[in-house]
Each structure stands twice: as C-alpha cells, then as structure tokens.
C-alpha cells in the first residue's frame, strides 16, 4: 500500500518526465562572431530560467556536436548544460561533408560526461534544413549546401549505430526543416528514417502572402498542418519561431517588440509546456552586434530582464489544439514558407564552425542575398560554409542564405567553422529551418526555411 506521499512523488515524476522541453536556439559563437566557451553557454542557460515573468526555459537546442576552432571536440554546451540542469536537443550538422566529426564527438561526449550527460538528452537532430538548401527552391535562392535525401539517411542511420549499446542508445532521432522540404515527396525517406520531425517556422518572412502580425498564427499553423499531414503519426517539434523585435519591414510584417509580444502570446504560449518548443532566441545581439533583424527577447545585453511581458495567460498555455501539436511534439511554424525576403535574423544557434548552416552565434537575415526560404529570393543571406565541419549554433546574419544554419554559405557559424555569426544564423537560412544569417548576422535555419516555405506557399496558392 502507497502512502499519499509516495503517491504524490510518484505522480510528480511521471510529469516531470512526460512534461514537454522548452528553451531556446543556441548557437556556438556570440553576436560578434567569437567562439562560445563553457563560461557563455552557461550563463545562457542560467538566464533562461531566470527570466522575469515566466519560468521553466530549461531547454537547449544546439546545432553541432563540436567545440568551435576544433576537429571534434565535443561542444562546451554539454559541460554547461551538465552545470544548470539544462535538457538538449543535440544537433549533429549534415551539411558539408564533416559527419564523420560530428558522430567522433558525440561518441567522445558520451565516454566524457556519461550519464550526467546522457539523461539530459532530449533528442537528437539529424542535419538543420539540409533539405531545403538542396532543394530546387534552395539552389535557386544560393541557400548553401544542401545533401540529398538518401545521404542523410545513410547519417541517421551512422547515428543510430553509433549510440547503440551506450547511456545513449534510447534517444529518439529527428531531422529539422522547412515545411516545403517536409511535403516534397522525394524526402519521404527520410520521414521514414526519423522518429519526429522538427519544424521550424517564421510567419514574418513569408513576404509573398499576408503576413502581418495578425496573419501570423494562421500562417504558422497552416506550416503545421501540412507538415503534420506527411509526418505518418509521428511527433512534429517545434525547433525554431519567433517574431523579430527590430528590422525591415517584410510585406506586411512589421518588426517590433509590441508585435513579438503578440507573436509570443499567440503561437508561443498554446505551444510551451504542451509541445517541445525551442524558440528563436534568446540573445542575438550584444554590444555594436545587431543583427537586423534581430529576434532577441532581451536585447544587447544578457539579462532576466526580457524587453516585452512573457507571461502567458491561462487561456493561451492550456491549448494546443489548434496547432495539432501533442504534448513532447514541436511543430516549427515555417518560416520556411516562400516569400521570405532578405532580411537578418541574429541569434547565436549554430555550431562552431563547420560546414553548416546551423553554426553562428547571431544569425540575421540580409536585406539582400539570396537567402534560403523558399519563394524568397530577394532574401540576402549568403549561407557558405566556412570552411571547417563544425556548424556553429547562432543566428547572425552571415553572407549567405542559409536556411538550417545561418551560414550555410554565409561567413558566419552556420558553418561549423564558420567565423561570423552566421551559423544556423551565421549566414541567413530560411525561415522555416532555423539558420537565417544576413548581412552582417546570422540568420537561424529554420527562419531561412520559413522564408522558403512562405515562397513555396505562394506558389501553391
């Protein structure tokens, strides 16, 4: 016979284990381009969940495996997520020829850190809208390097055999991208090779269609239900959204804190505790480092102190039904949509620097570049890979289009070497994918996704 105590903690644990992650984007350099260390990421991660007026952003989603300015050393994410009881949504990056080095470190990190590690993995990602840069849309945007359906099959599947028989080998494997990349029918592969489907999303970008604030919900949950509609039952997580804070107008949307504020409120909170959500982002510009736009909830400088009201109302956090998301599933509202244009998202998500997108500390969208999103042409983002493997997580925006890491062709992180802020943000990526990097700054993918997908919208329609 149970005692109402032990009732009581039982039933404690079992929320705790099937409550849903919620944090945000980081990536592996700041907003000026420098390399993250353990010190950075850490006070990250104790600012989030100290943020004023609403708490439990415990989460982290990363974008490479490897330390920035070296071969394959694990992330110095890992040691500081370890450090503030931070969860993790690891990010291996796909693009650009460096897996072998993303799964060594991985493997590395695992004999490391062990169990301290192993049990605050949430997930892990496959590749950030690797799909999308290789896609006709990607190409014709100068998005960055992408890799075809059937190679990052062939990397989940190293994945999986790589954390076979470790503290690891019970974690679920996901892929991120743009809604567009997730309906093309040649990807099908590798809907069936993932356990969930990361989406990431950015009404903002999608500048073909109406796209002002108040469109924004809709169009977020339409990226959704589409993406929902080819997952075969399987978990959509939402990897990247947010509304920029400061930046050029796109079509009808405007960037404005009152207006993040609302996106906030709107899409963000039916989704946080109800659905795995990593917003897009926590800081992306810093000093004389601003990104345009700029997504950042709490402006140039790290403080609990956000610039609008996260609270949420009881009737906005007890819903998720509208955007057909269950408890633990993310679905990215797109950003990936087609009609993205150039603009710069900062935010640092990337990985160090690597051949990815996903690797700059701040990743922006250009305001001109022929970024990632679909549809979006006009988008400036220059998403190249810098040179190294390691994708570096930040959203700056980097020269390139980016569309999962910021610079996937830009200069910034999106690479894994990447040295701007470009990284899923060092070169701009397209909305849907979480890499914007624009000029200057590092874009997120997926808001370079969102972009594509928001062309790609207009096309259909």
Not at 195 to 218: C, E, H, R, V
Not at 251 to 258: C, D, F, K, R, T
Request: glycine share 12%; proline share 4%; charged share 15%.
């Amino acid at each position: 016979m149970f005692s109402k105590s032990q009732i009581l903690a039982l039933a404690l644990a079992v929320a705790s284990a099937e409550a849903a992650a919620k944090g945000f984007n980081y990536g592996a350099t700041k907003p000026d381009g420098s390399v993250k260390v353990q010190a950075d990421f850490e006070n990250e991660f104790h600012t989030a969940k100290n943020l004023e007026g609403t708490s439990g952003f415990n989460s982290a989603r990363l974008y490479t495996m490897i330390q920035g300015g070296s071969t394959n050393t694990p992330i110095s994410a890992i040691p500081a997520a370890i450090a503030e009881k931070t969860t993790l949504l690891l990010g291996l990056w796909a693009s650009g020829g460096n897996m072998d080095n993303e799964i060594a470190a991985l493997k590395a990190a695992i004999d490391q850190y062990g169990d301290d590690f192993t049990k605050l993995v949430v997930g892990i990602s496959v590749g950030s809208e690797d799909l999308y840069r290789n896609s006709e849309i990607g190409v014709q945007a100068d998005a960055g390097i992408g890799i075809e359906p059937e190679e990052l099959v062939s990397y989940i599947s190293q994945v999986r055999e790589a954390i076979s028989g470790t503290s690891l080998s019970g974690a679920s494997i996901g892929h991120v991208d743009t809604w567009n990349a997730w309906t093309n029918s040649s990807n099908a592969a590798v809907i069936n090779a993932v356990d969930w489907l990361g989406f990431d999303g950015y009404p903002y970008f999608q500048n073909t269609m109406a796209n002002s604030i108040s469109d924004a919900k809709s169009l977020f949950d339409e990226a959704v239900e589409k993406t929902r509609g080819v997952a075969n039952g399987k978990e959509i997580w939402i990897t990247e959204t947010g509304w920029p804070v400061s930046g050029d107008q796109q079509n009808l949307a405007v960037a404005s804190v009152e207006n993040a504020k609302i996106f906030w409120d709107e899409v963000g909170c039916p989704l946080f505790d109800n659905v795995n959500t990593w917003w897009y982002i926590l800081q992306d510009a810093e000093g004389a480092s601003v990104p345009s736009p700029s997504f950042g909830i709490v402006g140039n400088t790290l403080s609990t102190k956000p610039l609008f009201d996260l609270s949420c109302s009881a009737s906005h956090s007890s819903s998720t039904s509208s955007h057909g998301a269950t408890s633990s599933t993310t679905t990215a509202s797109s950003s990936e949509s087609t009609g993205f244009t150039s603009t710069t998202k900062s935010s640092a998500v990337h990985p160090t620097g690597g051949a990815g997108s996903d690797l700059g500390s701040s990743d922006s969208f250009p305001s001109s570049g022929s970024g990632h999103y679909p549809g979006s042409p006009s988008i400036s983002v220059s998403i190249t890979p810098s040179g190294s493997a390691t994708p570096i997580p930040s959203h700056s925006a980097g020269s390139g289009s980016g569309s999962d890491s910021g610079s996937d062709s830009g200069s910034g992180s999106d690479s894994t070497t990447g040295t701007g802020t470009s990284d899923d943000s060092s070169s701009t990526t397209t909305p849907d994918s979480a890499d914007f990097t624009g000029a200057g700054t590092r874009l997120s993918g997926s808001i370079f996704g969102a972009a594509i997908a928001v062309a790609a919208l207009a096309i259909a329609f």
